[in-house]
T-cell receptor, first 116, second 114 residues
Framework: DSGVTQTPKHLITATGQRVTLRCSPR?????VYWYQQSLDQGLQFLIQ???????AKGNILERFSAQQFPDLHSELNLSSLELGDSALYFC???????????????FGPGTRLTVL | GENVEQHPSTLSVQEGDSAVIKCTYS??????FPWYKQELGKRPQLIID?????GEKKDQRIAVTLNKTAKHFSLHITETQPEDSAVYFC?????????????FGAGTRLAVHP
């Protein structure tokens, strides 16, 4: 168990709909990252937040948005869903001032999104 | 732009043999190189990492080597076991100041046959 939690585990929805994925980082971690992994594909970096602020952006679609809240949990919002958005969405966290760890990213269990 | 190339994409070995996976990165400012193991439908799990000021690191049956000049790093697994079967991802990070963007390789599917 990495200490990173994600809800829900599974999500089935229809095209055109909007969903919200939630992530709670490891205790004390300030950074949250979102990744998309399509079937049998690699890990595509979407976006990073650090202590509530956006820090880095990958190939995130305009239909997708994210935020990090004051308690450091993060949400990834996916709207106008298309069949191709079906994937595993992982959250990871890092940067812990208490332990001094900064580089290692710990992954949550993922949310499997199926768009029908 | 930033890029990490990983080879081979698939690797099949007999139990007890060694397995080697190689990665090349493009950003010379990268300073941290983790390796993740991902079993089917599960989260990527960190198995070993190396920093740019170190040339080699070992942890039991796994080792990682780094050649900064060639911008090349490799994962070595000795005495492979069936439970080593998984997809392995290398990554390179240019970190510091809260900007920690990991660039992943495309992955290597390792199959260890009994």
């Amino acid at each position: 168990d990495s200490g990173v939690t994600q809800t829900p585990k599974h999500l089935i929805t229809a095209t055109g709909q909007r969903v919200t994925l939630r992530c709670s980082p490891r205790s004390g971690d300030l950074s949250v990252y979102w990744y998309q992994q399509s079937l049998d594909q690699g890990l595509q970096f979407l976006i990073q937040y650090y202590n509530g602020e956006e820090r880095a952006k990958g190939n995130i679609l305009e239909r997708f948005s994210a935020q990090q809240f004051p308690d450091l949990h993060s949400e990834l919002n996916l709207s106008s869903l298309e069949l191709g958005d079906s994937a595993l969405y992982f959250c990871a966290s890092s940067v812990n001032p208490r332990t001094g760890e900064s580089d290692t990213q710990y992954f949550g269990p993922g949310t499997r999104l199926t768009v029908l | 732009g930033e890029n990490v190339e990983q080879h081979p994409s698939t690797l099949s070995v007999q139990e007890g043999d060694s397995a080697v996976i190689k990665c090349t990165y493009s950003d010379s400012a990268s300073n941290y190189f983790p390796w993740y193991k991902q079993e089917l439908g599960k989260r990527p799990q960190l198995i070993i990492d190396i920093r740019s000021n170190v040339g080699e690191k070992k942890d039991q049956r796994i080792a990682v080597t780094l050649n900064k000049t060639a911008k090349h790093f490799s994962l070595h697994i000795t005495e492979t076991q069936p439970e080593d079967s998984a997809v392995y991802f290398c990554a390179a990070l240019r970190g510091g100041g809260g900007y920690n963007k990991l660039i992943f390789g495309a992955g290597t599917r390792l199959a260890v046959h009994p």
